[in-house]
């Protein structure tokens, strides 16, 4: 190698990066801040009409911050142990974060008529042209490629305790050896997860990450494990996210919301159960003509002696057949005025079916009712995700008793609430997920890379090969570092935006990463018997459920911005700052 190509290829200056995100964060603030003025209504708070004026300029401010989160979470932990590529990936993930969020905020300065000369200062700095040539430069994503290949795809340098690096090499090894050799079969028959997959999984308390000893579970008591449950999640999911990788999502969120809400006898009787996966849950949220939108939500929930009528429609519940325990989002106060404070959370019990479709209809004296009451169910035809089956679930005159309602008596009307505690829970493992997608098709990629032959040379020798290779790894590894930061942030007691940050970038990175594995297989990355083709078709999901990827921006992400600027304003008042 020559003198020039070795200077270019030389690992990129770590403090040089720091300095410039320290450089970039309060140009960051100066457009949120102009965002949260033009938002402001009486009061000093966000008004909805002019925020969703501004859809677009938020929608960019919350990407913004999620690439400089985790662009500043991954370059701010480097020190003297790390290693080489680990390096050189981080500032090749931060040099593209910085990149595309320089052109946001650009956007955003000429919308809210913003002085561009700070901006453009950054832009001409020959400190940022440096760093990127050195980490970004064609001869340095070349050697990136290369080491990366080296390493078989190992990359993120976390360092994990010896009981969470356990379970992670234990579910691994289970991942390998017991879901995968079933994934295809799964993917393309379109079956229901088997018992072959369902009972080792029960033995392995997967089904109890989130409830405490005390009930049964394997979380422990007095506190939560988020990050044992991303690694778990992640480990699965690499394997199959269909077929064992969202298995935890549903039992997390019911038993978050007993342990929010339920009375005393609801969580002696059902986690312990929840947590032996006897029976299997599902939540039936969402409805046919209301997605993330869950305050309008309008499956009617009727009193009647003892308990109470559900008539309506849900959708896109996951796992509704199989399940033999569903969590349902019902308005048990007719005032639909009354929004999400008229809410409540009921749990019916049905006979769990393998199929495609169930029609299961309510004997007489079953859980104190008359009986004639219906479920019936049709799963949905996707491209992906299949295995678990999402369904089109319709109550007819279906009787719930009061004590399966969670919190009884007291929690009618705060089922939004329950619902919220374990969706942060979630998201995380939505996180998850899509870090384990992504694993799986950065692991393919390499692979094939390394044994498909184009003019006479295998592809992993080509620097535009290499170059992919470099950029998927620093995508991946940027997203499973912050989803692994924000797991100990969040039972720390903070990180609940971070969440849905984590959640917002991983997801939209699993989709980029999987297209580029498939691309990188060419026409046998389309064919079906290709793993890599299930990665891609199984990752676009991930974007739309446990919050759509616009709702979490816009509702969420962008609107917790808003409200930190307008709270720390010098014009907010005392009543303002302090919320």
Known sequence: MNAAVSSIASPPDRAACVALLDRLEPLFGQACDALARACAGEGGAVDAAKFDRHQVAAYEIAWARADLLAARNWSGALGPASGELEVRLALLFAVDAVTATLSRLEALYLEFGLDLAPLSAISADAAWAALRRAAAGGDALSEAGRQLLAADGEVGGVVLDDQH???QNAFRRFAAEVVAPQAEALHRHDLTIPESLLQPLREMGVFGLSIPERFGGIGPDGRDDTLQMVLVTEALSEASLAGAGSLITRPEILSRALMAGGTESQKAHWL?????????????IT???????????????????????????KTWCTFAGKAGLLMVVARTDPDRTAGHRGLSLLLVEKPSDDGHAFDFVQPAGALGGAGGGRLTGRAIPTIGYRGMHSFDLAFENFFVPDSHVIGERAGLGRGFYFTMAGMMGGRMQTAGRASGVMRAALRAALRYAQDRKVFGQPLADY????????????????CQRLAYAVADTLDAGGGRM?????????????????????????????AEETP?????????????????EETLALKVIARSLLDAALAASPAATPERRAA
């Not at 890599?532 to 759509?548: C, K, M, N």
Request: a neutral charge; proline letters at 4%.
């Open 165 to 167: 690096a356990m379970v």
């Open 272 to 284: 312990p159960r929840l947590a032996a996966g006897d029976p299997l849950c599902a939540i039936a």
């Open 287 to 313: 409805e046919p003509d209301h997605g993330s939108d869950v305050a309008s939500l309008a499956l009617r929930a009727t009193r009647v002696d003892g308990g109470w009528r559900l008539d309506g429609a």
């Open 463 to 478: 620097p535009l090969t290499l170059a992919k290779l470099a950029r998927m790894a620093a995508r991946h590894a940027a």
């Open 498 to 526: 971070e969440a849905s940050l984590v959640k917002l970038l991983a997801c939209r990175s699993a989709e980029w990463v999987t297209r580029e594995a498939l691309q990188i297989h060419g026409g046998m990355g389309y």
């Open 532 to 548: 890599v083709s299930r990665y891609f078709v199984d990752a676009r999901v991930l974007s739309i459920f446990e919050g759509a």
